[in-house]
């Protein structure tokens, strides 16, 4: 979520802290264990996946991070000014369940 939150129907996603340009390069780049935290990790999981695991799911799972549209390119810049974009993109999304329920 961005600094400005987004509000639709009566759902309401609070702000983030700060926005930053998303960076594949970095998302993507080969870590260490002392990268990730793994109380926060097993917070989450079950059972807390074991450091290859993670690192072979961002590799395997998100490589399509490197082929983006050029709507996706503008969104991950996280630059206030295309907000709009970012919430007719919402709009879109497959089954239209937030087509009409005014984001702002």
């Given amino acids: ?4 939150g987004v509000h639709g129907g009566n759902s309401f996603w ?3 802290h700060e926005s930053y ?3 594949p390069e970095k998302w993507m780049r080969k870590r260490s264990v002392s990268d990730f935290d793994a109380d926060d990790i097993g917070a989450l999981a ?3 996946p074991t450091f290859d695991e993670i690192t072979k ?3 395997e799972g ?3 991070l490197f082929d983006m549209s050029e709507e996706e390119l503008i969104i991950a810049a996280a ?3 295309d907000r709009s974009l970012v919430l007719q993109e919402l709009r879109n ?4 369940r937030l087509m009409d329920i005014g984001l702002y």
């Fill in 93 to 96: 999304l497959p089954g239209g």
């Fill in 62 to 64: 998100y490589t399509f």
């Fill in 79 to 81: 630059r206030g000014q």
């Fill in 21 to 23: 340009a998303f960076d």
């Fill in 14 to 16: 609070k702000q983030s």
């Fill in 46 to 48: 079950m059972q807390p």
């Fill in 1 to 4: 979520m961005d600094k400005n």
């Fill in 57 to 59: 799911t961002i590799s």
